[in-house]
């Protein structure tokens, strides 16, 4: 078999700001495959990639950010009608980042252990962002990462708490 260069296959399998990769995430209790967006702007050249990971159990997600007391933008509450990837009503909750490399994303691709399903849209991509930047829970030197200083100014996005508190 050939060895392919991790700078090709990382090309070919897309990954840039808003790439949903579908893979297993070793830090899950789950076995299952997960839905993870990459955050970063510049995947290709940055150290630590940042992911966020999908959920469909949308009711404990927002029960558990009532009672812990977490800022609503936290959780960011995506249709399946705005991403192809879903199958119904999930939750990308920004208080728990993942963090990886470019190197494990194409060992899991070239070891098919990782599938890409698309894009997501700028401006789940924002919110996402912001999201993370609101957590108290995810460390400070992720928020101080060049990636997030891109994050451009949205307007008219409604939140959680204006729909559900």
Not at 8 to 24: H, M, P, R
Not at 114 to 143: H, T, W, Y
Request: glycine residues 4%; proline residues 4%.
């Amino acid at each position: 078999m050939i060895d392919i260069p991790t700078e090709i296959i990382a090309e070919f399998i897309e990954l840039k700001v808003g790439s949903v990769l579908y893979t297993d995430e070793e830090s899950f209790t789950s076995e299952e495959p997960h839905n993870l967006v990459i955050l970063n702007h510049n995947p290709m050249t940055d150290e630590v990639l940042i992911l966020v990971c999908a959920t469909s159990d949308v009711a404990s997600r927002v029960d558990w950010i009532r009672r812990s007391g977490f800022p609503s933008e936290t959780l960011v509450i995506v249709d399946q009608n705005d991403c192809s990837f879903l199958k119904r009503q999930s939750v990308f909750n920004c208080n728990d980042v993942i963090k990886s490399s470019v190197g494990v994303v194409c060992d899991k691709y070239k070891n098919k252990k990782l599938n890409f399903k698309g894009c997501v849209s700028d401006e789940i991509i924002q919110k996402m962002q912001a999201g993370v930047i609101a957590s108290p829970r995810v460390e400070e030197s992720i928020k101080k990462l060049d990636f997030f200083s891109a994050i451009i100014p949205y307007q008219n996005l409604v939140f959680l708490d204006s729909i559900l508190f």
